[in-house]
């Protein structure tokens, strides 16, 4: 179990916009540690989405924010595409555990 | 342009060590701020850290796993190298080596993997 949790899937029609959370705690994205999200495509190596957690690395769509708040994070994704379906995951470092940590995956479907 | 590469044994027996190679290029394991980390994913799981060697020779490990790991420098000055020790099927996974960064004025907590290899499969079987 993910000390830092995400719903299991989410789901939404093209165009439409959707939110995935990351709940963590006051021993990660409460510390104010950077929370970063990955996108992994079926069959595929994750892929950086967003880094520090509200940025994003050249080449990532404007469709893609993120945002922090107190322990949570969450990342938005605008304007969903086919090839948006996916899982994505947040990572931060807990400095309880010393160490990084994964959310435990969101499987994203675009109906 | 940074590029990695993993590679070891696909195939490795319960109780034995396994031994994985991260062969990179576009940049230099020594250059302030940059990390070479290593994240593995059991099939059809979630993705899980395991290790980080940074630009200094720090190293971090997995908790869970920090008995059983070691990240090293390799032989070449071009490769990382990470070993697990006492293998149990629950280790058979993809793992992913990656390059790291660390945000501009910030400290060694706050690094990000911006560039990541294929994936090497490791069954542990008998």
């Known amino acids: 179990q993910s000390v830092l949790t995400q719903p299991p899937s989410v789901s939404g029609a093209p165009g439409q916009k959707i939110t995935i959370s990351c709940t963590g705690s006051?021993?990660?994205?409460?510390?104010?540690?950077?929370v970063h999200w990955f996108q992994q495509l079926p069959g595929t190596a994750p892929k950086l989405l967003i880094f520090g957690d509200n940025n994003r690395p050249s080449g990532v769509p404007d469709r893609f924010s993120a945002s922090k708040s107190g322990s949570s994070a969450s990342l938005a994704i605008s304007g969903l595409q086919a090839d948006d379906e996916a899982d994505y995951y947040c990572h931060s470092y807990d400095n309880s555990l010393g160490g990084w940590l994964f959310g435990g995956g969101t499987e994203l479907t675009v109906l | 342009q940074i590029t990695l590469k993993e590679s070891g044994p696909t195939l490795v027996k319960p109780t034995q060590t396994l031994t994985l190679t991260c062969a990179f290029s576009?940049?230099?394991?020594?250059?302030?701020?940059?990390?070479v980390g290593w994240i593995r994913q059991p099939p059809g799981k979630a993705l899980e850290w395991l290790a980080l060697l940074y630009w200094d020779g720090d190293k971090r490990y997995s908790p869970s796993l920090n008995t059983r790991l070691n990240i090293t420098r390799g032989t070449s000055k071009n490769q990382v190298v990470l070993t697990l020790t006492n293998l149990d099927p629950v280790d058979t996974a993809t793992y992913y080596c990656?390059?790291?960064?660390?945000?501009?004025?910030?400290?060694?907590?706050?690094?990000?993997?911006?560039?990541w290899g294929k994936g090497t499969t490791v069954t542990v079987s008998s």
């Open positions: 576009g940049f230099s394991i020594t250059d302030d701020g940059v990390g």
């Open positions: 006051s021993s990660n994205i409460g510390t104010n540690f950077d």
């Open positions: 990656s390059h790291s960064r660390r945000r501009p004025g910030y400290n060694l907590y706050y690094y990000y993997m911006d560039v």
